[in-house]
């Protein structure tokens, strides 16, 4: 009898063990899920990022910008950034925002490296880029800020273009 009662209580230490280490690992998973969740949300720039509010560039920046987009992009989009409402997209105002609306910086910087000049696509310097989209957010009315753009994709990822505050 005493030999019962030892295997009986045994196998309920053990049966209680269980059902702890179940939860352990329910509550594991729940974790894990949330975790991944967050690295998703931060991977898509859509998290808790800054926008083109925020101050991205510098007006240093935007000055450099404005000079390599006068050689290098105003031919086809024209001076007032506004493209011929065709063929040549607008880089500035409602139609460019539109466009671009909740997408990430990193977005628009590989598309504009990877098209244009578009007799020559990634035919410029980086920092070309990123200053002539210097120039593209200041034309858009964003405010500068007290750090140029960088080619830093994680960055640059993090950064959402918004029509508004």
């Known amino acids: 009898m005493n030999r019962q009662r030892d295997l009986f209580s045994k196998r309920s230490v053990w049966a209680g063990s269980d059902r702890w280490m179940s939860v352990v690992l329910v509550l594991l998973g729940v974790i894990l899920v949330a975790c991944a969740g967050r690295m998703v949300v931060s991977a898509q720039g859509t998290g808790t990022g800054k926008t083109v509010w925020d101050g991205v560039y510098t007006p240093e920046q935007a000055t450099r910008g404005k000079k390599l987009y006068e050689t290098s992009c105003s031919e086809c989009h024209l001076d007032t950034l506004q493209g011929d409402g065709a063929d040549v997209p607008a880089l500035a105002d409602a139609a460019f925002l539109d466009e671009w609306q909740d997408q990430p910086v990193d977005k628009l910087f590989t598309r504009i490296r990877e098209t244009m000049p578009q007799d020559s696509p990634s035919s410029l310097s980086t920092q070309t880029y990123l200053d002539i989209l210097a120039y593209v957010f200041q034309s858009n009315k964003f ?8 080619r830093d994709a994680d960055a640059l990822k993090a950064i959402t273009i918004k029509k508004t505050k």
Request: aromatic share 0%.
């Open 143 to 150: 405010p500068a800020g007290k750090e140029e753009l960088k």
